[in-house]
């Protein structure tokens, strides 16, 4: 069965410090690693990583991906309250045939607040 | 560009009676279609999705069943609901998988179902 793991459940740091999030992943044929922001709502689509060690950057957002040691980090630095939220992470992995990538396995998230 | 549209926002239901929540898509042809559950504490659950109309794939066996009508809406039913339905649902689109690759996911704003 595929598993999502995220560490820690939960983080509670003040305004302006650098976190680091991750993901460790068991997933038969992987294709790609998605990282979401969930506010109150939708999660909004932040990064997907296929390559391992090359990073993505949006900003003071990064992250980047081990597929040897089958996981992955998201950094944010010097968070503001706006980045308080549920970052979720996802894999994906390839069915093969025609459907290709449409199965997601999510992980339970971290709840990130930031004090102002 | 393309948006996703999911109603009701908030619905509360008494045990045993049917349910319908709706999805559309705008501003693409041919999605890939999901529904996911979220429960407190947990990840996101997929239901159901869909590559094509009339094309329903179920992932759990469960109270509640989908159906893809038309190319961009996709329909989340239930004849009879039970307690266990409580959760927050969430649709979601992608692109259909091609050649290009993997295409992320992009989330509705969800639809909080209680049952009393």
Same mark, same amino acid.
């Given at each position: ?41 939708a999660p ?6 296929? +390559? ?9 957002? +990064? ?7 089958l996981f ?9 309250? #706006? ?5 979720? %992470? ?27 | ?21 709706? %999805? ?27 590559? #094509?109309? #009339? ?11 989908? +159906? ?22 969430? %649709? ?8 290009? #690759? ?11 179902? +209680?049952?009393?």
């Open positions: 069965e595929d598993k999502v793991v995220q560490s820690p459940l939960s983080l509670v740091v003040h305004e302006g410090d650098t976190v680091t999030l991750n993901c460790s992943y068991e997933v038969t044929n992987f294709r790609s690693l998605l990282w979401y922001k969930q506010e109150k709502k909004t689509f932040l990064f997907m990583l296929t +390559s391992s060690g090359i990073e993505k950057k949006s900003g003071r957002l +990064s992250s980047i991906l081990d597929k040897k040691e992955s980090i998201l950094n944010i630095t010097a968070t503001q309250t #706006g980045d308080s939220a549920i970052y979720l %992470c996802a894999v994906g992995r390839l069915k093969g045939g025609y459907f290709g990538n449409e199965k997601l396995t999510f992980g339970t998230g971290t709840r990130l607040t930031i004090i102002p | 560009s393309q948006t996703i549209h999911q109603w009701p926002a908030t619905l509360v239901q008494p045990v045993g009676s049917p349910l319908s929540l709706e %999805c559309t898509v705008e501003g693409t042809s041919n999605p890939n279609l999901y529904w996911y559950r979220q429960a407190a504490g947990r990840g996101l659950q997929l239901l159901f999705y869909s590559v #094509g109309i #009339g094309q329903i794939s179920s992932e759990v066996p469960q109270n509640l069943s989908a +159906s893809r009508p038309q190319d961009r809406q996709f329909i989340l039913s239930s004849k009879k609901l039970l307690l266990s339905d409580s959760g927050f649902y969430l %649709c979601a689109w992608s692109e259909p998988w091609s050649d290009r #690759g993997n295409q992320p996911q992009h989330f509705g704003d969800g639809t909080r179902l +209680s049952i009393l």
